[in-house]
């Protein structure tokens, strides 16, 4: 499962995995960027989720997102929690409904897909993967929100980390710098 699937790295992603031979659950609230994903991929190895039942904020939509993979491909090994926006002001300028979206999505999400997917990982021994950012341990001028959700991740997941060790799910964070993603755009 990737979340985010329809911007740079989350297609990317997708891509990756389908030509290693995997099945992939893409989820993605942008049914646009859904599409132009899923026009590049094998159907039968590619199951797109979009608008509300792509959307990570929504525990109800994760859960269900869960089932479907389920049913499609018979349980769920991985989870990549990539969905991200980002925001970009000083805090004294910012919107602070769109700094409750940045943690809605960024934090959240992950969260929600992650507890939704968990009784999966467990029974499979799986590995839930969450995409951050060097600004998930160092300032990022003019990101607050962002920085903010991006250090709530590696907390989060560090501690879940050592939470699952014990039934054999790997957790992992992947802090990337600066790559051309899109999410400057979101």
């Known amino acids: 499962m990737v979340s985010g699937a329809g911007g740079g790295l989350g297609a990317a992603l997708c891509r990756a995995s389908v030509a290693q031979g995997d099945s992939v659950v893409a989820l993605e609230p942008n049914e646009a960027a859904l599409q132009a994903l899923l026009a590049t991929l ?4 590619v199951l797109g989720l979009g608008g509300a039942a792509g959307d990570v904020t929504q525990l109800a ?5 869960v089932a479907a993979a389920v049913q499609r491909f018979g349980g769920v090994d991985i989870v990549i929690n990539n969905a991200g926006i980002t925001q970009r002001s000083l805090f004294q300028d910012a919107d602070l409904d769109q700094l409750r979206r940045v943690m809605e999505v960024n934090y959240l999400g992950a969260v929600h897909l992650t507890h939704a997917a968990l009784p999966q990982l467990m029974a499979r021994r799986g590995v839930v993967a969450a995409v951050s950012s060097v600004a998930g341990f160092a300032p990022l001028l003019g990101r607050s929100s ?15 980390r050592c939470e699952l060790a014990p039934q054999g799910v790997a957790v992992c964070l992947a802090s990337p710098a600066f790559i051309a993603t899109g999410i400057a755009s979101s």
């Open 146 to 160: 962002y920085c903010a959700s991006k250090h709530a991740l590696h907390g989060f997941f560090d501690t879940l």
């Open 42 to 45: 094998p159907t039968a190895q």
């Open 61 to 65: 939509s994760c859960s269900a997102a």
